[in-house]
């Protein structure tokens, strides 16, 4: 049945936007694809994979019948970003660039090219459910827990996700996949992209050397003993095992080394071993204004915290202050990063988050007093 709204979907030469395109189509909606280029490759040494997408979401829109046409969003995706994802490494944060893309590009260049062009709605090949809601919609989890979403999209409003349709939320991997193959679509087999976006299939640190270049300095143990040499305290995020660069000490335990604390003053790396060391734990977090997706709750409520990607939940009471929320978890939690965001859940609806600016913990903030570290405490 030919259904008279038209839906433009986000087509990156992949299968989950490829099934989503086609799941559209055999439901009677007025399909159009657009291939988004976000990055413009700079540097001689990367390899940017966005030409062979480019070839593969013409050849599945072709299989599917509908026209494909390209938007370059660099110059936002520069701005809006990139320059964010360098400036807060050079912070000493760990930033994820794939939460700000998604706020600043798909659900706001992208979603206003789209309607500009005459679309009813917008479509991603996102696991995440909606929930209409009257002018806006609450954001859901995922079926399939292993690629639920939500985390990346939580920077959405309620009125902006009204506009878009989500095929894949009901659905799991295996069941895309499968899909995609009846269909004999030429996706169908091709790996899925890890990681983010604009790096690719490069490795990060060479990738991110590019622009930040480097800058040496010590690692130490958390008794200030000098173990080895970094290039650069951006290279490194708290709780990281591998790349390191540490091999067996003498006098030391042969156990993993785990980053602890990035000092920007002194630009020591300081890493412990084991990842039960109580400077790796945090009881906590403080975090600025958060979004929500629709109305703010109470000033302080009980809700399940995510604090990464693919992170069990964690039950949390969170508290609004003067400036910003306090994040207080039941248990403790493993290596909570500043940069990283702090996505606030209420059962299977996601309300909203925020970035990590500094995390609670009193082992560390005696241990940080004490080696002399600039330990900066909100609230």
């Known amino acids: 049945m030919k259904n008279n709204k038209k839906v433009i979907v986000g087509i ?8 989503c395109a086609l799941l559209l189509k055999q ?8 291939f988004m280029k976000n990055w413009t490759n700079t540097a001689p040494n990367i390899k940017c994979t966005s030409e062979e997408d480019f070839k593969d979401a013409e050849e599945v829109c072709d299989q599917l019948g509908i026209n494909l046409h390209q938007a370059n969003f660099s110059g936002e995706y520069w701005e809006k970003v990139f320059k964010s994802f360098l400036s807060d490494h050079n912070e000493g944060l760990t930033p994820n660039p ?26 991603t090949g ?46 799991s991997k295996s069941e895309v996949r499968k899909i995609a193959a ?4 030429v996706t169908s087999t091709k790996k899925d992209s890890v990681g983010i976006c604009f790096i690719g299939k490069n490795k990060y640190n060479d990738f991110i050397s590019n622009f930040l270049g480097k800058n ?44 602890a604390h990035k000092d920007l003053a002194s630009n020591e790396l300081t890493v412990v071993q084991g990842n039960e060391n109580k400077l790796l734990l945090s009881e906590g977090c403080f975090v600025d204004d958060i979004h929500w997706i629709n109305e703010r709750p109470e000033s ?20 609004k202050l003067t400036t910003g929320y306090k994040i207080s978890f039941t248990k403790p939690q493993l290596a909570v990063t500043p940069g990283q965001s702090a996505v606030i859940y209420d059962r299977d609806e996601c309300l909203g988050g925020s970035v990590i600016r500094e995390r609670i913990s009193q082992d560390f903030y005696n241990w940080a007093t004490n080696r002399g570290y600039n330990y900066k405490v909100y609230g």
């Open 12 to 19: 990156s030469g992949g299968v989950d936007s490829s099934v």
């Open 27 to 34: 439901a009677g909606f007025d399909v159009k694809g657009i």
């Open 98 to 123: 794939d939460i700000l893309c998604n706020k600043e590009i798909k659900f706001r260049a992208f979603l206003d090219y789209c309607v500009d062009s005459g679309a009813d709605y917008i479509a």
């Open 126 to 171: 996102h696991y995440v459910r909606v929930k209409n809601n009257g002018n806006s919609s609450k954001l859901l989890r995922g079926i399939d827990d292993k690629k639920d979403q939500s985390y990346f999209l939580h920077q959405v409003t309620g009125q902006d996700l009204n506009r878009a349709i989500f095929p894949l939320g009901d659905l």
């Open 182 to 185: 009846d269909n004999n679509l």
């Open 216 to 259: 040496p300095g010590k690692i130490v143990d958390e008794n200030g003993t000098i173990l080895g040499d970094h290039e650069g305290l951006m290279y490194f995020t708290l709780g990281q095992r591998q790349g390191i660069g540490l091999g067996g000490i003498k006098g030391k335990e042969q156990d993993s080394w785990y980053v």
């Open 300 to 319: 302080e409520f009980e809700c399940d915290v995510q604090i990464r990607y693919k992170s069990l939940p964690v039950r949390s009471r969170v508290k």
